[in-house]
């Protein structure tokens, strides 16, 4: 019997027609189950085995192979006797988008089975954690996506505790339930809705545009755990007299750009007059941004040894060689930087300022909330200085707790020129954006240890100063590219 495809026209009149509270996405999806996987371009390969092995369950006899997708590597064992091929196990997961093969590299660390198939669970179909995706025998590919959502929500975790808090005001956010556990089984809610992305992004982007219009909140929200998570990369860079700069690797991504809240929820949230609501409406339309090569980002704001040692003055208000360097303006920062890199004069390595879009995704870190750390604001005072900690006084830098990409003051101490003029968002999606090609004020981001109020130091809240203008509360922060 054929299986009839729902079109994505179909599907959201269905929602539109008889759609409650109640209703499951999964029911308008489930059409498409059938053929997951068609349309994927995932490729693996064996790179060795089999190897006979004990299998963290139960310690079983099984073979063990090592696979590649990409520049993923992951195990893959096989309880012996399930009459299951590894063949047929890398053709289920060759169904799977490349996204999830993130998840199969988290559960195939040292002494961990990776993607494992035992001949039983204990009457369970598959169990999936933060180091272990174990299925059984006739288990498919969409079992699989299911549980590797549980993977992937354990590794948000990681970053941010409050992970399946933030699922939960996401899903009364959206008013529709997906798992068939009950709407408070907020974990297997998110793996289930991990499995209708798999689903609908391996049909294309009017399936995802169904989706995320069906459930917004979840969607942004799935798309930031999702993201590429870097692995901690520090170098450090001699710029002379012994003076040192240390970068962190960044990697190349997507992210959501600009307010994730409505003007009006902010000046709510933050208690903010209303005069304020003007000034925020340049963090909107969010939209998507693609940062297409990796770059490497100061680990700390540039300290006043390090501008000592590069110009031979020290500009700033309140000196301290372990200070970050203020009362700078963007043109003394484009000086600096000109007379750096013919300093350093390595073939094909130029430092710059960061773009605005280049700033707010280091900044995020794979996060979508009001700050890298969370909503949470009792817990501003660990990351950020600022006016009501600080004694209205600039502080060392790397004193306060870092971002989860291992960024320091990325919010207070000094606010931080990026390179672009300042104007509004286009909104559509971008790749590498730089900005307007000319204007009358330049970025600056972060917020400094001067500001009483939380909101000035939120991921997506933008300032702007001309180019010539110096502050005692203006400093900078730098990119080196291209990452070596």
């Known amino acids: 019997m054929k299986t009839k495809i729902i079109t994505v026209a179909t599907l959201l009149l269905a929602f539109a027609a008889g759609a409650s509270a109640r209703d499951k996405i999964t029911s308008h999806f489930r059409p498409l189950y059938p053929t997951f996987g068609r349309n994927s371009k995932t490729e693996i390969e064996i790179v060795s ?4 092995v004990k299998m963290r369950n139960g310690g079983v006899p099984g073979k063990l192979w090592w696979a590649k997708s990409g520049e993923h590597k992951f195990k893959l064992t096989i309880q012996e006797g399930t009459g299951v091929t590894c063949d047929e196990l890398i053709k289920r997961l060759k169904k799977l988008p490349e996204p999830y093969m993130q998840a199969c590299v988290a559960v195939s660390d040292k002494g961990e089975d990776g993607i494992a198939i035992y001949k039983s669970l204990g009457g369970a179909r598959a169990h999936g954690g933060q180091s272990y995706i174990n299925i059984v025998p006739y288990v498919g590919a969409l079992v699989v996506a299911h549980e590797a959502g549980h993977t992937l929500q ?25 798992s068939d556990y009950g709407d408070h089984a907020y ?7 991990a499995l209708v992305y798999a689903v609908c992004l391996g049909e294309g982007p009017k399936t995802l545009e169904a ?11 799935w798309e930031e755990i999702m993201a590429p998570q870097p692995q901690p990369n520090v170098i450090s860079v001699d710029i002379g ?6 970068l962190v690797k960044i990697p190349a ?4 750009m600009g307010s994730r809240e409505s003007t009006q929820e902010i000046v709510k949230a933050f208690e903010l007059s209303e005069a304020f609501v003007n000034y925020l409406k340049d963090e909107h339309p969010r939209h998507r941004v693609r940062i297409s090569k990796p770059f490497y980002l100061g680990k700390y704001e540039v300290t006043q040894r390090q501008w000592k040692a590069i110009m031979g003055s020290n500009p700033s208000f309140r000196k301290g060689d372990g200070n970050p ?7 003394d920062c484009r000086d600096f930087i000109g007379k750096l890199n013919k300093k350093i004069d390595k073939p094909g390595v130029k430092f710059a300022l960061p773009t605005e879009a280049q700033w707010e995704y280091a900044c995020r870190a794979g996060t979508s909330t009001l700050f890298s750390f969370g909503d949470d604001k009792s817990v501003f005072g660990d990351y950020v200085w600022y006016g009501r900690n600080s004694v209205k006084k600039l502080q060392p830098v790397g004193l306060k ?26 909104g559509s999606p971008q790749t590498d954006p730089t900005g307007p090609a000319r204007g009358l004020a330049r970025v600056l981001r972060g917020g400094s240890f001067y500001e009483d109020r939380p909101d000035s130091f939120r991921c997506a809240d933008r300032y702007q100063d001309h180019p010539d203008f110096r502050y005692y509360r203006y400093g900078l922060r730098l990119v080196m590219t291209p990452a070596p």
Request: glycine share 8%.
């Open 241 to 246: 007299g012994g003076v040192k700069m240390q």
């Open 325 to 331: 360097v203020e009362s700078v303006s963007w043109n």
């Open 211 to 221: 989706l995320k219009k069906l459930s917004p909140a979840r969607f942004d929200l």
């Open 253 to 256: 991504g997507q992210f959501t």
């Open 49 to 52: 085995g089999p190897k006979d």
């Open 187 to 193: 974990s297997e809610d998110l793996a289930e809705f």
């Open 154 to 178: 354990q590794l948000a975790g990681k970053r941010h505790p409050n992970i399946m808090e933030m699922w939960k005001a996401a899903v009364l956010s959206d008013k529709i339930s997906i």
């Open 401 to 426: 707790k870092p971002n989860p990409w291992g960024l320091y003051d990325m919010n207070g101490n000094v606010s931080e020129w990026c390179s672009d003029w300042h104007g509004p968002y286009k």
